[in-house]
């Protein structure tokens, strides 16, 4: 298993394969518990991988920007010991909507092969940019693509009160819908916002896991950057949304490159019905 390796990999090593491995895989939060009582530890996975399987990844800090926690009006950096596995751990001493935020540093990847470029845009819904690779002059082969992931996590503690809301990433989900404490729930609202601003008209994944069987459906965000997720029968969902843009230098540390890629993702859960 790559994790096992990865626990073993002296840290730069570890950086360069945990940037092969996610280039051009899902990445999302995954707590143990969705659901704990006040006082209770709460847990949560790092995640890459597709079709909400995938390998975990421990706590580096030297691998993301920001990780934090609000509960409330108060954002807290996430405090952990270098290594640990679960990569959060917090003793829940407050009762209430619980929002878990992880903003990886930029990764690198150069494409040697056309199809994987081609396979990657097609996956994620984002075909535009090949007409806009060949309007803008670029290369077929051997050219640059940074990534950088934006991943939340709605948690319910006690009796999970209160609402998500914009945290002020570049790009990320704001589930309007509180899964925890709506009644007679049978879809979930979430908008997009890019640059604190509605993302319309993006291509949206959304995997389903339920009873060990994982589905995955296509939307599309509306004028105002939403999307309406059914609940169907329960269970884990996760959220994930792909833009791709021309970055700027100090977006890629001065380095040059062609395109880069802003993911979005947010996870929670519905009790099966």
Same mark, same amino acid.
């Given at each position: 298993?790559?994790?096992?390796?990865?626990?073993?990999?002296?840290?730069?090593?570890?950086?360069?394969?945990?940037?092969?491995?996610?280039?051009?895989?899902?990445?999302?939060?995954?707590?143990?518990?969705? !659901?704990? !009582?006040?006082?209770?530890?709460?847990?949560?996975?790092?995640?890459?991988?597709?079709?909400?399987?995938?390998?975990?990844?421990?706590?580096?800090?030297?691998?993301?920007?920001?990780?934090?926690?609000?509960?409330?009006?108060?954002?807290?950096?996430?405090?952990?010991?270098?290594?640990?596995?679960?990569?959060?751990?917090?003793?829940?001493?407050?009762?209430?909507?619980?929002?878990?935020?992880?903003?990886?540093?930029?990764?690198?990847?150069?494409?040697?092969?056309?199809?994987?470029?081609?396979?990657?845009?097609?996956?994620?819904?984002?075909?535009?940019?090949?007409?806009?690779?060949?309007?803008?002059?670029?290369?077929?082969?051997?050219?640059?693509?940074?990534?950088?992931?934006?991943?939340?996590?709605?948690?319910?503690?006690?009796?999970?009160?209160?609402?998500?809301?914009?945290?002020?990433?570049?790009?990320?989900?704001?589930?309007?819908?509180?899964?925890?404490?709506?009644?007679?729930?049978?879809?979930?609202?979430?908008?997009?916002?890019?640059?604190?601003?509605?993302?319309?008209?993006?291509?949206?994944?959304?995997?389903?896991?339920?009873?060990?069987?994982?589905?995955?459906?296509?939307?599309?965000?509306?004028?105002?950057?939403?999307?309406?997720?059914?609940?169907?029968?329960?269970?884990?969902?996760?959220?994930?949304?792909?833009?791709?843009?021309?970055?700027?230098?100090?977006?890629?540390?001065?380095?040059?490159?062609?395109?880069?890629?802003?993911?979005?993702?947010?996870?929670?859960?519905?009790?099966?019905?």
């Amino acid at each position: 298993m790559l994790l096992s390796y990865l626990q073993k990999a002296p840290l730069v090593l570890l950086s360069i394969i945990m940037a092969q491995a996610v280039s051009a895989h899902e990445f999302w939060l995954e707590p143990l518990d969705f !659901e704990v !009582e006040s006082g209770s530890k709460i847990s949560a996975h790092i995640k890459v991988g597709q079709m909400l399987d995938g390998d975990t990844f421990s706590y580096y800090p030297t691998n993301f920007e920001r990780f934090d926690v609000t509960v409330g009006e108060t954002t807290s950096p996430v405090k952990g010991r270098f290594a640990q596995s679960p990569a959060f751990e917090q003793v829940a001493d407050q009762s209430g909507l619980h929002i878990l935020a992880y903003q990886s540093k930029p990764s690198r990847l150069r494409y040697d092969k056309r199809e994987t470029f081609e396979s990657f845009l097609k996956n994620e819904g984002i075909e535009w940019v090949l007409e806009a690779h060949k309007k803008r002059g670029l290369p077929e082969l051997d050219f640059t693509e940074f990534y950088q992931r934006y991943a939340k996590s709605l948690i319910k503690v006690g009796d999970g009160a209160g609402i998500d809301r914009a945290l002020g990433l570049p790009i990320e989900w704001v589930v309007e819908t509180n899964p925890y404490t709506t009644e007679n729930l049978e879809a979930v609202t979430a908008q997009l916002l890019y640059q604190d601003q509605p993302f319309a008209g993006s291509h949206v994944v959304v995997f389903n896991k339920f009873d060990g069987e994982v589905t995955r459906q296509t939307f599309t965000t509306d004028d105002a950057g939403r999307v309406v997720v059914p609940v169907a029968k329960g269970g884990l969902f996760l959220v994930n949304a792909v833009h791709m843009i021309e970055p700027a230098k100090e977006q890629t540390g001065g380095r040059e490159a062609e395109w880069m890629s802003l993911w979005a993702s947010t996870t929670y859960e519905i009790a099966v019905k």
